[in-house]
């Protein structure tokens, strides 16, 4: 059983532009509870985004639009089986249409693990920059935390300063 320890980072496109601040998810009853604290980090959001590292181990990406219409992504099916938390989070969350390219055409690119199932919405983040190829791509890439990954991600979204400063504080 993988242990309790996480990070979440509510990332979220005001009026003002991109804010970051972390959630609170020790006490969360289900993935409602979950979005409903995503929407309170900052109600009038157009983008919500919370990104859910578990034990250097495992990421899950939530996404609001408005408050509504929740979509999650995770980077392994095993986080569900694994944790509470991952239960929490993935436990209603179909495969992924799209599979992950295990070819590696690049000899400097590592080689992608082959035991990573991801699963839900791989398409989350395209409209802001990160592809579905991309992301599962990411979440494949043998030796990336989930830290890095999200790293990687708000970078490309446009947001990776201000996840940066919070996880510096």
């Given at each position: 059983?993988?242990s309790s320890a996480h ?73 569900a089986e694994e944790s ?50 991309k992301l599962l791509q ?32």
């Amino acid at each position: 059983m993988v242990s309790s320890a996480h990070f979440a980072a509510a990332v979220v496109r005001g009026k003002l532009g991109w804010s970051a601040s972390e959630l609170d998810l020790s006490g969360v009853a289900d993935v409602d509870e979950v979005a409903d604290l995503l929407r309170d980090a900052e109600p009038d959001a157009s983008v919500s985004l919370l990104f859910v590292e578990a034990v250097d181990a495992y990421l899950a990406i939530m996404r609001l639009d408005e408050g509504e219409d929740l979509r999650i992504f995770g980077s392994d099916s095993a986080f569900a089986e694994e944790s509470r938390l991952g239960k929490l989070l993935l436990s209603d969350v179909e495969s992924p249409a799209l599979e992950i390219d295990e070819e590696v055409d690049d000899e400097d690119k590592p080689a992608a693990d082959p035991t990573v199932d991801p699963v839900g919405d791989a398409d989350l983040l395209a409209d802001l920059g990160v592809s579905a190829h991309k992301l599962l791509q990411l979440c494949a890439t043998d030796g990336l935390l989930p830290s890095d990954i999200t790293a990687e991600l708000c970078q490309m979204i446009g947001c990776g300063d201000e996840v940066e400063e919070l996880r510096e504080s």
